[in-house]
């Protein structure tokens, strides 16, 4: 079994920060990309941001320069650092492991950020 434990989310006012943390164990081998994902009420699931095992990073546009997204491949654990928070960034953030067996990758159950005005 698999699991991907996520923290952090919260409440926070607008222009403020968090830092999320998801953290894979279990039977989960030859991991490749992990990355952030949101879905606000009412919308799609979208990539927020996506780091390879190499280091390479990949945002979405409406992150950059706000977002950070790292890992820490000996502990299996990806973070996302978020500062300069809008109100558009209120969300269930759900992170996403990607590995050569799993190309799909596997989910966590997601953590809530709620930023208020």
């Known amino acids: 079994q698999v699991q991907l434990v996520e923290s952090g989310g919260g409440l926070v006012q607008a222009g403020g920060s968090l830092r999320l943390s998801c953290a894979a164990s279990?039977?989960?081998?030859?991991?490749?990309?992990m990355g952030w994902y949101r879905q606000a009420p009412g919308k799609q699931r979208e990539l927020v941001a996506a780091?390879?095992?190499?280091?390479?990073?990949n945002y979405a546009d409406f992150v950059k320069g706000r977002f950070t997204i790292s890992r820490d491949s000996a502990k299996n654990t990806v973070y996302l650092q978020m500062n300069s928070l809008l109100l558009e960034d209120t969300a269930v953030y759900y992170c996403?492991?990607?590995?050569?067996?799993?190309?799909?990758?596997?989910w966590g159950k997601g953590t809530l950020v709620t930023v208020s005005s």
């Open positions: 780091i390879t095992g190499g280091g390479s990073t």
């Open positions: 279990g039977s989960i081998f030859s991991i490749n990309v």
């Open positions: 996403n492991v990607k590995t050569a067996y799993y190309p799909m990758g596997y």
